[in-house]
């Protein structure tokens, strides 16, 4: 009941994701990409290095080095899937995710893609939106307009350096 499982749009895999709760408040997060697969089991466990891991906008990473977080969403844009997800970052503040994964040519999954181009010509291989704990955010693909749109976040005390502030202004940003 408890764990998440959420199929890519050309049923090539699956990833089931879940998470744990620690006495000292934080999070701890579990997951496994199953491939499609009628001959064995294809199964790539996903280890939870959230808690040790520095500037991960910068960086791609493989199932030994995930950014622990909950998938709510995927969709597939050319050779990319695009993940949503959620992680509870700490007692302040929670983190909205969209990440990129694709395969290697050994078929093993990296996560994160140079993709992600700013405003001032940044480019990142993964987004991540935090926003104070109790404030609800939204963070999705809009078949609609063909973007992916999230709440602009402004923050609430005016210290733009306290990101466990940040709030919805009832604005929205997109991709």
């Known amino acids: 009941k408890t ?26 997060y579990f997951g496994a990409i199953q491939m499609n697969s009628k001959k064995e089991l294809v199964l790539f466990p996903l280890f939870d ?5 520095g500037n991960i906008e910068d960086t791609v990473l493989d199932a030994n080095k995930w950014f622990g977080n909950l998938y709510y969403n995927i969709i597939r844009k050319k ?18 995710i969209i990440d990129v994964l694709t395969f290697d040519n050994e078929k093993k999954p990296l996560f994160g893609a140079p ?18 704990e109790n404030a609800a955010v939204s963070l999705n693909y809009n078949v609609d307009e063909k973007m992916i749109i999230f709440d602009h976040l402004v923050p609430e005390f005016g210290d733009s350096t306290a990101k466990w502030t940040f709030v919805p202004d009832g604005s929205y940003e997109g991709f």
């Open 115 to 132: 993709i992600f181009v700013f405003g001032d010509k940044s480019v990142k291989t993964r987004v991540l939106i935090e926003f104070k």
């Open 79 to 96: 050779k990319y899937y695009i993940l949503f997800g959620w992680d509870g970052n700490n007692l302040a503040s929670n983190i909205k």
């Open 49 to 53: 290095n959230s808690a040790f891991t």
């Open 3 to 28: 764990i998440s499982i959420i199929n890519s749009p050309d049923n090539k895999f699956r990833i089931f994701n879940w998470q744990l709760f620690s006495e000292t408040g934080t999070i701890r």
